[in-house]
Nanobody, 115 residues
Framework: VQLVESGGDLVQPGGSLRLSCAAS????????MNWYRQVPGKERELVAT????????WYAESVKGRYTISRDNAKNTVYLQMNSLKPEDTAVYYC?????????WGQGTQVTVSS
């Protein structure tokens, strides 16, 4: 099983990034997919969730209206479009899939928002 994130970078405030998470080794279509983020010294925070078909998405209040989660089940990939980025969005972003006792995390990708 693998979840491989990519797309993290250094970006100026107000900028945009698109994160990708490519999944393999499990039945991607059966899993709701999630993006979390974590800064040093703080707990990992759930940022966005998307259901198996992409028909419903949930967002943390701190990112609502700025982030969009989407998925392509044909490519086994989930995305996080991040717009109007703020310095407080700086974190390592993780992809997560969980179903029953199965728990899968990616290795994370660093997003830094700074001028």
């Amino acid at each position: 099983v693998q979840l491989v994130e990519s797309g993290g970078d250094l970006v100026q405030p107000g900028g945009s990034l698109r994160l990708s998470c490519a999944a393999s080794g499990f039945t991607f279509n059966n899993y709701d997919m999630n993006w979390y983020r974590q800064v040093p010294g703080k707990e990992r925070e759930l940022v966005a969730t998307i259901t198996t078909t992409g028909g419903y998405a949930w967002y943390a209040e701190s990112v609502k209206g700025r982030y969009t989660i989407s998925r392509d089940n044909a490519k086994n990939t989930v995305y996080l479009q991040m717009n109007s980025l703020k310095p407080e969005d700086t974190a390592v972003y993780y992809c997560y899939a969980g179903l029953g006792s199965a728990r899968y995390w990616g290795q994370g990708t660093q997003v830094t928002v700074s001028s």
